[in-house]
């Protein structure tokens, strides 16, 4: 599933970069690189190993948030007799990064790109990940290239994968695909992105998968300081990641198949945990007829709707539990019983991001010996039991950026505001103490915890009173303001930090 992208276009104030600074340094997060590394990424830089297969003539595009450099996936699609083929090209890491080097060696404790307000922390120096190794355009780079036939209802027929040499031609962003698509005035490429997407769509239904229409909360620069607001995924978003759905399902089939390999897993969520939901559904007065399948009831609602949102964030809670699974069954170590991710009612692995994600390497490197029916490579096989925990540590030290960043900003937003009420809606209850909950602001963008003296009335829209502010705790808590429904003195104040 994508990550949430903290995204900034502006220069920051001196207090917030000193604050972000101090949280680098408390969650240990190393921002310089050891000159060993620097110096073979020069290296590789200079001399990469391309491919003798030659694929510069498809006309491939890039999709991806505006400013972006470290570009991991181009995409060409074409109509082929009654049915598609998609061309999905991947940044070839590994034509870069020499097993054992120093870069691999760095690689492995960092594990994923970090997103700061002011700024990345790679896995890769930028030297390769937004220079050598991206499939910046116009630019001739080596690249795993999947070949994904689907038949005209968009359902997968061959996949195959070989390393080959490209050469991106256009770096699009979502809202400007969009916006030419609405317009009418989308290129073929884009038409097809628009037809294929839905088709996936139609397929992730059909197989009883369902992705979570959530707005995300993002931290933005502007005028010289920091603004929190909410991003309403896209149409186009949504298609643009059902193709990296598509290549990830493709990867892990073949892994599969060829017994080893490594998935992203996500176990059924609990009956209990869908009778909880069911308990939500009847607060928030959503209707859920007895029948109707979740994901069906998942793609009825509007999350424009204040009910239907509340209820679409505590559906969240079904995603716990995803993990990594590494398995080679000539080495002993069997694929698990249930492979399938749940969300996506299918096999997943993570393969289409290798220059932000350390997993993606191995897992392509696993698909291309089998693709190419040679042995798959040794470096693979002795690192992939090690990959899951690394991983999950990984994400765990990601979600934790994510999470104080996101709390910094809001206590910022809010400093010196304590006393002033807000009007809200409550997104989530506590069912062990209904008293404590989260509420959501629509302006600013803040979600926060909220205290009540009785029970919060949830996905009711309310008016919470800041009792607390504090950006060195980085915490932000409301308290129920009674019988109020707010009143004009009730706050949607869109300040900036820094104004």
């Not at 491919?51 to 505006?66: G, S």
């Not at 996936?200 to 992705?211: D, I, N, T």
């Not at 749940?342 to 993606?360: K, N, Q, S, V």
């Amino acid at each position: 599933m994508p990550r949430r992208k903290l995204s900034v276009r502006a220069a920051q104030t001196a207090r917030i970069n000193t604050e972000l600074a101090d949280l680098r340094s408390l969650l240990e997060i190393r921002t310089d690189w050891p000159p060993e590394v620097l110096a073979e990424a020069e290296r590789a830089a200079s001399l990469p190993r391309l491919p003798e297969f030659d694929a510069t003539d498809l006309d491939l595009f890039t999709l991806d948030p505006p400013g972006s450099r470290d570009l991991d996936q181009a995409i060409h699609l074409a109509r082929r007799g009654g049915g598609y083929r998609v061309h999905y090209a991947i940044a070839d890491v590994a034509s870069y990064v020499s097993p054992g080097g120093a870069i691999d060696t760095e690689a492995g404790r960092r594990v994923q790109t970090l997103y700061f307000p002011d700024g990345n922390v790679p896995l890769h120096p930028a030297r390769l990940s937004e220079g050598a190794a991206s499939l910046l355009p116009g630019e001739l780079r080596p690249a795993l290239l999947w070949q994904l036939d689907l038949d005209a209802d968009g359902a997968l027929l061959l996949a195959d994968v070989r390393r080959a040499r490209v050469r991106s031609r256009r770096r699009l962003d979502y809202a400007t695909v969009q916006g030419r698509i609405d317009a009418g005035g989308a290129d073929e490429q884009l038409t097809l992105l628009a037809e294929i997407g839905r088709l996936r769509e139609a397929q992730e239904q059909a197989r009883g998968g369902v992705s979570l229409p959530i707005p995300e909360q993002e931290v933005e620069a502007a005028g010289g300081g920091y603004r929190l607001r909410y991003r309403a995924p896209r149409p186009a978003d949504g298609w643009n990641a059902q193709l990296s759905l598509l290549t990830g399902m493709a990867a892990a089939e073949l892994m599969l198949d060829a017994g080893i390999g490594l998935l992203r897993t996500l176990p059924t969520a609990p009956e209990s945990a869908f009778e909880r939901l069911r308990r939500v559904a009847a607060a928030l007065e959503v209707p859920w007829p007895d029948g109707l399948p979740y994901p069906q009831l998942i793609r009825s609602l509007d999350p424009t709707r204040t009910a239907d949102a509340a209820f679409l964030n505590e559906c969240t809670g079904l995603l716990r539990g995803a993990g990594y699974h590494a398995f080679d069954t000539a080495r002993g170590t069997v694929p698990p019983a249930d492979p399938g991710h749940a969300a996506l009612a299918a096999p997943y692995a993570h393969c289409t991001a290798p220059l932000r994600r350390l997993g993606d390497r191995y897992a392509l490197e696993v698909c291309l010996a089998v693709a190419g029916g040679t042995d798959v490579p040794g470096w693979v096989r002795d690192a992939l039991p090690l990959v899951p925990a690394r991983m999950s540590s990984g994400d765990r030290r990601a979600h934790a950026v994510e999470r104080a960043c996101v709390d910094l900003v809001e206590a910022e937003l809010l400093r010196g505001r304590v006393g002033e009420d807000f009007r809200a809606v409550v997104i989530d209850v506590d069912e062990r103490r209904p008293g404590t909950g989260t509420v959501q602001l629509r302006r600013p963008a803040v979600v926060a915890k909220c205290d009540a003296a009785d029970r919060l009335p949830l996905g009711r829209r309310v008016t919470v009173r800041l009792t607390l502010a504090d950006p060195v705790a980085r915490a932000v808590r409301f308290a129920l303001v009674p019988d109020a429904q707010g009143p004009s003195g009730a706050a949607e104040a869109g300040a900036m930090i820094g104004e």
